[in-house]
């Protein structure tokens, strides 16, 4: 079955969907939420990179450097929980970690504004114009984030294999259509697609392993399995550097080959390497 990813706008009533297709299916659902709190293992990385967003713009430096390592954690975490497919995943911009298969369908959820102010109001017990204001806001650090850590505006409608605004199309019909897609012929997980997602896998625990070593953290280094091996993309390395890295891709399970091209390729984007 399919893998959904929701992108839900501030209170637009994207988990009531969500806690519709899973009484209606009892498909498993995962949030950002759940992979930020596995990413934290790794020494509170997710509230680091969240308190330094802010300051963004005026300290990118430090930022830039909990980035990479926040991207590859994320990433793989949410492959450990989409690897058997039949999953819906809801977060901001979760689809952006992963390239397009042909089982990934990518779902955006909006409501007008009026909507969202009173849902607001409802769930956090405010005012019109706290609420007014905590939407304006959430809105304004949801598109900041995904610009400082894709490069993508999450509003384009380009980003999305389906937009679903809740004016009109109530909980039950949003949740109808969601259901249908996952039935969908066209959006069944095959042999390939599947394929796919187990190299990905590899080429992301190979990267894991490089941002949690103290000897390679500091390095942007991009991981593809091929079928001639892994394929490591990254900065100039002097020889011991690269001796090292070589040395500890080939640590990870199902790894018997590396090999290394230097150069600042861009690791947004991860189209492709695969």
Not at 11 to 26: F, I
Not at 106 to 123: G, H, N, S, Y
Not at 136 to 157: L, N, P, S
Not at 219 to 248: C, H, M, N, W
């Amino acid at each position: 079955m399919p893998v959904i990813f929701i992108s839900r706008g501030t209170m637009s009533g994207a988990h009531l969907v969500v806690d519709c297709l899973h009484e209606r299916m009892g498909i498993r659902c995962i949030s950002r939420e759940d992979l930020e709190k596995i990413v934290n293992r790794q020494g509170e990385l997710a509230t680091r990179v969240l308190e330094k967003l802010a300051k963004a713009t005026s300290a990118y430096d430090q930022f830039s450097q909990l980035r990479w390592p926040y991207i590859v954690l994320m990433r793989e975490a949410l492959l450990e929980e989409i690897r058997t497919d039949n999953v819906v995943y809801h977060g901001y911009s979760g689809h952006l970690l992963l390239p397009i298969l042909r089982h990934f369908v990518r779902v955006r959820i909006e409501a007008p504004f009026d909507l969202r102010v009173k849902m607001t109001m409802e769930r956090l017990g405010c005012n019109e114009m706290t609420a007014h204001d905590y939407i304006i806001e959430a809105d304004d650090h949801r598109v900041k984030w995904a610009r400082f850590m894709y490069g993508r505006d999450i509003r384009d409608t380009l980003l999305y294999d389906l937009h679903l605004n809740q004016e009109r199309v109530t909980v039950e019909t949003a949740c109808g259509i969601l259901e249908h897609i996952m039935a969908a012929e066209a959006f069944q997980a095959s042999a390939e697609s599947q394929s796919k997602v187990e190299r990905l896998h590899l080429a992301v625990r190979v990267e894991v392993a490089l941002v949690t070593d103290p000897r390679t953290q500091a390095f942007e280094i991009s991981a593809a399995a091929q079928s001639d091996g892994i394929r490591l993309t990254g900065p100039y390395l002097e020889d011991s550097e690269l001796a090292t890295v070589k040395a500890i891709a080939l640590t990870i399970a199902g790894v018997e080959k590396v090999q290394y091209s230097p150069g600042y390729t861009s690791k947004l984007e991860i189209k492709s390497l695969y």
